[in-house]
Structure formats: structure tokens, C-alpha cells
């Protein structure tokens, strides 16, 4: 609901709610709405179209969080719908831990997403992406099929 002039002077919205500095909000078309107002809109709006309520969020919130501009399933896709790291196919998005897909990030504050990951294998590289040189030279020197694999990746 927009504040007029005239609920200006009567310091009052049209849905009765007193209007102050901390209770409207500016648009940058130069026109006012109340806060209170536009949240009970919301909540409506939320009520009434949960499914997209939802995807709106989920969207926010990869933008927010990873710069994902992008839905989950293209970059799924992109990578071959596979976990990126060990190939697994069986995963699905939701809550939970064992068969649920994670979108691997760094941790070094920055927004930004590597690719998706089965939980398994998202635990792993969490757990060990701090001593990942280490756990590269300790392969080499217990199994020399790995140090010849790391040689022919670095050739």
C-alpha cells in the first residue's frame, strides 16, 4: 500500500498503521510505501504461492551466498549430472546427508561455488582440503600408483 500526501498528514497509512520515519520506506520512483503493510503483503503473497515463495528463496539464496546466478540443475548438468569429484549419480536436492547434493564453495570468505558435490565426497574435502598437500605427499610415498598418477597429471 502506498502512502499518499494526504496519510501524511493524517499520520496514518490506509490499513491504520502510524506512520513514522522508521515505518515507511522511500522507492526510488520517489513514491512511499509502509513497511508494516508491505509485510503483510508478503505474507500473503507467501500463504498463497508457497511452491514459488520457495524457488524465490532458494534463488536469493544461491545468489547471496555462492553468486549462483544460475539454477542448480544447469550447473548439475554442466558438469554431467555427476558429483564432480568421485562421479556418483544418485544423489537428490534436499535436506539431509546421505544422498543429497551439496554445491562445494570455498571458505576463504569469498562468494564463490567450485561445482556439486555428493555429501560424501563434500565431507571429504572439507575435512581435508587444509592438509590436501600433505595428503597428496603421504599417497606419493605409500602407493606408487598414485605418484605415478600425479606425474602424469602434472606432465
Known amino acids: 500500500m502506498y502512502i499518499t500526501k494526504e496519510d501524511f498528514v493524517k499520520g496514518i497509512c490506509r490499513n491504520g498503521h502510524t506512520i513514522t520515519p522508521e515505518s515507511h520506506y522511500t522507492m526510488s520512483c520517489g513514491a512511499s510505501r509502509c513497511k508494516l503493510c508491505r ?5 500473503r ?10 524457488a524465490k528463496k532458494l534463488k536469493s539464496h544461491l545468489k547471496q551466498r555462492y553468486g549462483i546466478t544460475t539454477s542448480r ?24 546427508y546421505k544422498d543429497v547434493w551439496h554445491i ?14 555428493c555429501a560424501v565426497c563434500n565431507t571429504a574435502l572439507g575435512d581435508l582440503e587444509p ?10 610415498k605409500w602407493s606408487p600408483k ?3 598418477a600425479i606425474r ?4
Open 104 to 117: 562445494d564453495h570455498a571458505h576463504d570468505g569469498t562468494i564463490n561455488h567450485r561445482g556439486i558435490l
Open 73 to 96: 540443475e544447469e550447473m548439475l548438468a554442466a558438469q554431467g549430472s555427476a558429483c564432480a569429484i568421485c562421479g556418483r549419480t544418485d544423489c537428490h536436492w534436499g535436506k539431509g
Open 131 to 140: 592438509f590436501l598437500i600433505r595428503v597428496v605427499r603421504y599417497m606419493m
Open 146 to 148: 598414485f605418484e605415478v
Open 45 to 54: 503473497w507467501v500463504a498463497n504461492h508457497p511452491e514459488a515463495a520457495k
Open 152 to 155: 602424469e597429471l602434472s606432465a
Open 39 to 43: 509485510n503483510e503483503d508478503r505474507a
